[in-house]
């Protein structure tokens, strides 16, 4: 049962930007995210209390959600395997000013999902932080996922892209 939510994946790796205390952004990879409203839109991200994000999203009241793209597998898996209690993520990616937050975004990111905290709560070993969506855009956002992939977490360190669309034909007889 440990690994139950293995079934679950292949997930959207997100990139969870926040800002530090010294204004500097902070990243930190998530799979473990959904959409939980369309009107009002609210997403939900679930993260463990003892990470830095958890306290900087606590403190600051707003995160972004970027979706990278396989050219910044490198970045990601760095983010994904340092804390940045220890590690300084700032220089990791290349930042752009949010639309509707002070956090930044991820330029070379194929879409982004800019929020505020409406609340957390605890859930087991984890909790799940529930962001107020303000901002959301993406490269090509009616054909999102169409010309390029998302970068996919199997778990682990372990990551892939979409292979081949596939597209139902409605081929019953009328």
Not at 47 to 54: S, V
Not at 131 to 155: C, D, M, Q, R, T
Request: charge should be positive; hydrophobic fraction near 40%; include cysteine.
């Amino acid at each position: 049962m440990d690994l139950y939510h293995r079934l679950l994946s292949p997930r959207v790796a997100a990139l969870i930007v926040t800002l530090r205390e010294d204004g500097l952004p902070n990243v930190m990879v998530a799979a473990w995210h959904t959409p939980v409203s369309i009107k009002p839109p609210i997403l939900a991200v679930s993260i463990a209390p003892g990470r830095l994000t958890h306290r900087l999203i606590q403190n600051a009241g707003e995160f972004t959600v970027n979706i990278p793209d396989a050219s910044l597998i490198k970045e990601v898996k760095i983010a994904g395997s340092k804390s940045g209690a220890s590690y300084d993520k700032s220089k990791l990616f290349r930042y752009v000013p949010g639309l509707r937050v002070r956090t930044p975004v991820i330029k070379n990111a194929l879409g982004c999902i800019e929020c505020t905290l409406n609340r957390i709560l605890e859930m087991g070993d984890h909790s799940v932080v529930f962001g107020n969506v303000v901002a959301a855009y993406a490269k090509g956002f009616k054909e999102v996922w169409i010309s390029s992939s998302p970068l996919l977490h199997l778990g682990s360190d372990y990551y892939t892209t979409m292979g081949q669309r596939l597209e139902l034909k409605n081929d019953e007889p009328k």
